[in-house]
């Protein structure tokens, strides 16, 4: 990430290639956003007695414009995560020339696998042995690799994404024959809506998780990542642990769904 103080490189030869140029005002805004949300990520990485490095900050890019997102990579921000495949390749080509990873953290259909190969560098929503075999199918006709995380329901509520915690453990273990994939570790969602007192236990949960499965041996000691936490409660996740929050809103400002 940028520090603060570093003057940014203005792109003033070349025009934008998305059809509606962003105003200055909604550029400033955006940058001021990122540097807030740097700040508080680094602050509550300090105060759980780490530093503001081991916390990273993914931009959830859902429905936004590539414009806005071209202006948080030339920020200095490296990481996006897309919701729907059909974003994460429609955007691809708009900010290919900028340095950055794509990770897919919505649900991913097993019709949709080639797209997301062919742009996404991480699947964060691996939550199923068969979804994952035609991952690693794929990749071995491709002869590449992908990053993932294993998606965890945490929630203790029904929700249609994401592996029940005490599945998880079977899960990696049969992951391990699919050696064209790696696993950075787990990620969850957490309650959607509820106030930052109610999702917490959640965010513990998964952290709980991880420790124990790293501690048995039964995930790989690199697998260490725990992706957790949103605008309205990354300081919380970061408290339980979070190696990489998500965050959408609270940078780009609200979502319009067409
Ligand atoms: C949208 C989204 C986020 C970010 O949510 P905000 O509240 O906008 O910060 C994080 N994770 C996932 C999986 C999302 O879909």
Redesign the pocket.
Known sequence: MSSPDTPEPQNTSEPQNTPEALSPEAIASIRVNLDEVSTRAATAAEASGRTSADVKVLL?T?TQPAAKIRVALEHGFTLI?E?KVQELVGKADDLADLDHEAHL??PLQKNKVNHTLRHAHCI??VDNLELATKINNRLEALDQTVDFFVQVNTSREDSKSGIAPEETEALIAALQAHTRMRLRGLMT?GLPGRTPDEIRPSYADLRELSEKLLSSGAMSPDATELSMG???D?ELAIAEGATMV???????GA?YYS
């Open positions: 959830a859902k995560g919701n953290i919505g964060q929503s969602i949103m605008s309205n990354f998500r965050v959408g809103s609270s940078v780009f979502r």
